[in-house]
């Protein structure tokens, strides 16, 4: 069974001041809006949600069904979109692994990987036992999973007094606040270098191909970082 202690304490930071929840649930409101603009009913909003979660794979997918994508190719779309988060599965899973701790956590866990829970357990990983770091990480990602969830039912209902530029707004909160994350943390060589080249290939590639032009910004930025890091 999951450790009631260590889940609450878990599911109990995203309330506090640093927490990405207030930036999550506003962009889960924009996207409640838009499965309603699209046509979503209430109750296939909230299955979107408890199944996607993460906010990219929930546009993804609400973009492709706009444009009359069929089932196989929004399913791989969201998949391919969400393939960002094996790096931060690959960074997280060995924090968390303890012997003690049956697989079937570590399989529920893994709905849980997004940017704002990863962020969450990152920073606060070495105050737990690593023991009890999966029971941690299961509350926060419950927290921030239902705070995505409840939001989207909010933006449903609030939709018909939200226009287009208010929900933009909403929807850039969460990457805003990301990047200031991101900043924030620019404490050695390969971070810096892979923040400042990202910023500046993912624009330019974009001249060259819209389409996959954070890919291969991302890409290029952070392979640089990382050789550029290694030699010193």
Same mark, same amino acid.
């Given at each position: ?29 924009? #996207? ?55 790096? /931060? ?11 003690? +701790?049956?697989?079937?956590? *570590? ?5 849980? #990987? ?10 606060? *990983? +070495? ?12 509350? #926060? ?19 018909? *007094?939200?226009?287009?530029?208010? /929900? ?12 200031? /994350? ?7 060589? +390969? ?34 970082? *990382? ?6």
């Amino acid at each position: 069974m999951v450790n009631s202690k260590y889940f609450f304490k878990g599911f109990k930071l995203i309330k506090s001041l640093d927490s990405p929840a207030l930036a999550l649930g506003a962009s889960f409101i924009a #996207i409640g809006a838009l499965l309603k603009n699209i046509g979503f009913n209430l109750e296939q909003s909230i299955f979107s949600t408890f199944l996607t979660y993460a906010l990219p794979g929930s546009l993804v997918m609400a973009e492709s069904f706009l444009v009359g994508a069929s089932l196989i190719n929004i399913f791989l779309a969201v998949w391919l979109v969400n393939t960002r988060l094996y790096p /931060m599965t690959v960074s997280l899973m060995p924090l968390l692994l303890h012997k003690s +701790q049956p697989r079937w956590k *570590y399989y529920l866990s893994c709905h849980f #990987i997004a940017v704002s829970a990863w962020l969450i357990m990152k920073g606060n *990983y +070495q105050s737990i036992g690593k023991k009890h770091r999966i029971d941690f990480w299961i509350g #926060i990602g419950t927290g921030t999973w239902l705070i995505a969830i409840v939001s989207t039912i909010i933006g449903f209902l609030a939709s018909d *007094y939200l226009n287009k530029d208010m /929900m933009i707004g909403l929807a850039i909160v969460n990457p805003v606040y990301f990047t200031c /994350m991101m900043v924030g943390e620019m404490k050695n060589l +390969q971070i810096n270098l892979s923040i400042i080249l990202g910023a500046i290939l993912g624009p330019a590639f974009f001249f060259i191909s819209p389409e996959w032009s954070i890919l291969y910004g991302g890409v290029l930025a952070g392979t640089v970082a *990382y050789f550029i890091g290694e030699l010193k």
